[in-house]
């Protein structure tokens, strides 16, 4: 499978606890983006990579988000002490210029 | 900013009629549009896109739809509307940095 890919593909919780999701990018692909949405609503820019170097982030990513992207391969989002309110899924894409991108399964995060 | 309006979150279409998704949008410069269709418990697939050339852009599973800039709108159709049509449809415009704003979405329910 050459898509992107996304793991665990759903996480719970209990607030306070820290989680990690993992995403793998299509393989030529030198940008890589994290969204997150929330229901009823579409998708929600967070953050971008291209190759190794986090070029943006949105005021949506808290000092508890922390995103990598370690030698331009795939990519981590971390969030720490984690809140009711973080419950969403958190999809992946990757692309390259000119293009919106190619985007993952997602990873439904439920906080208790 | 970038923005873009899909309106009525719940469209209803009976099995065979045509499908209409309306998508407006706001953009500083000339806009790259996307339609994505999303299933349950999935991430989003790429139904077609616009960035430049022919106005009529037809895209996957016999969707369509025309960029009018004088409208400033991208609205998706399809002839025809089958059961495996029930999702949700999101517009989407590019803007810095290749990262995409989406609309809320419609959700669509095909009636038999």
């Known amino acids: 499978d050459t898509g992107v890919s996304q793991d665990p593909r759903h996480k719970i919780t209990k607030r306070g606890q820290n989680v990690t999701f993992r995403c793998d990018p299509i393989s030529e692909h030198n940008r890589l983006y994290w969204y997150r949405q929330t229901l009823g609503q579409g998708p929600e820019f967070l953050t971008y990579f291209q190759n190794e170097a986090q070029l943006e982030k949105s005021r949506l990513l808290s000092d508890r988000f922390s995103a990598e992207r370690p030698k331009g ?5 971390e969030i720490q002490r984690t809140e009711q309110g973080d419950s969403a899924m958190y999809l992946c894409a990757s692309g390259t210029a000119g293009y919106g991108g190619f985007f993952g399964p997602g990873t439904r995060l439920t906080v208790l | ?9 719940h469209v209803s279409v009976s099995e065979g009629a045509l499908v209409l998704l309306r998508c407006n949008y706001s953009s500083s410069v000339p806009p790259y549009l996307f339609w994505y269709v999303q299933y349950p418990n999935q991430g989003l697939q790429l139904l077609l896109k616009y960035t430049t ?3 009529l852009v037809k895209g996957i599973n016999g969707f369509e739809a025309e960029f009018k800039k004088s ?4 609205h998706l159709t399809k002839p025809s509307a089958h059961m495996s049509d029930a999702a949700e449809y999101f517009c989407a415009v590019i803007y810095g940095n290749n990262r995409l704003a989406f609309g809320k979405g ?3 329910v095909v009636i038999p």
Do not use: K, P
């Open chain 2, 53 to 55: 050339g022919a106005t």
């Open chain 2, 71 to 74: 409208e400033t709108s991208f």
């Open chain 1, 73 to 77: 391969s795939f990519s981590t989002l």
């Open chain 2, 106 to 108: 419609n959700q669509v």
């Open chain 2, 1 to 9: 900013a970038q923005s873009v309006t899909q309106l009525g979150s």
